[in-house]
């Protein structure tokens, strides 16, 4: 599978008896969604927030407790586990002939959805 971090524009809708990804806009083409492959959810890597290595000492000069986090609270329980995407992998083609799978990447923080992956 090909990565890609390419922005688009997506319509969501029923395929076959699930809501998801109908169709999206990818470099000036229009895909319509044949099928919904798979679904699932990815956080933010929380273990590299500030709180997590302020936990395990992994601050500066590696001593337990060395305080790696800025102080201010945001570590552990503040935006970093809000950090989530939504993946689909879909079949899509333009037309009645070829197409393709991509994985369709739903950002949560800023409402943005990116094509991250394509095999044709």
Avoid at 31 to 59: C, F, M, Q, Y
Avoid at 61 to 87: F, K, N, T, Y
Wanted: proline share 3%; net charge negative; with cysteine.
């Amino acid at each position: 599978m090909r990565r890609y971090d390419d922005p688009v524009e997506v319509r969501r809708g029923m395929v076959g008896q699930q809501e998801g990804p109908e169709q999206f806009l990818w470099r000036g083409r229009l895909w319509k969604v044949r099928d919904l492959l798979a679904h699932w959810v990815e956080t933010g890597p929380w273990w590299a927030s500030a709180g997590a290595l302020a936990t395990v000492g992994s601050g500066a000069g590696g001593e337990v407790g060395s305080g790696a986090g800025s102080g201010d609270g945001s570590g552990i329980g503040g935006g970093d586990l809000l950090d989530e995407r939504e993946l689909w992998r879909v079949e899509a083609g333009t037309g009645p002939g070829g197409g393709g799978v991509f994985d369709l990447s739903f950002s949560w923080t800023d409402g943005s959805w990116q094509l991250v992956g394509c095999q044709d």
